[in-house]
Nanobody, 111 residues
């Protein structure tokens, strides 16, 4: 059973930064492809970023150069550093791995 627990969300002003974390309870974390998704109010859940076991990354076009995904295998944790935030990125952010979802963490960008 894989459990994913996100944290780090909150309210931030436009232009600000935030770093999300996702801790995974799995013995094979270092081999896992880990993902961030998000779901804005009234919209479908969508892909944000992915990191593979070698540290290779992929991003949705709308977050390139503003978001950075990283991982720490010793802590079984992935991160999503978000910068230059704008209200349009307000959403619940979810960690995902192989059919398992976390509970999500709310990110709200507002003045």
């Amino acid at each position: 059973q894989v459990q994913l627990v996100e944290s780090g969300g909150g309210l931030v002003q436009p232009g600000g930064s935030l770093t999300l974390s996702c801790v995974a309870s799995t013995s094979s974390f270092s081999l896992a492809v880990m993902n961030w998704y998000r779901q804005a109010p009234g919209k479908q859940r969508e892909f944000v970023a992915r990191i593979n076991s070698y540290g290779g990354t992929n991003y949705a076009d709308y977050v390139k150069d503003r978001f950075t995904i990283s991982r720490d295998n010793t802590k079984k944790t992935i991160y999503l550093h978000m910068s230059r935030l704008q209200p349009a990125v307000t959403a619940v952010y979810y960690c995902y791995r192989a059919l398992h979802w976390g509970q999500g963490t709310q990110v709200t960008v507002s003045s």
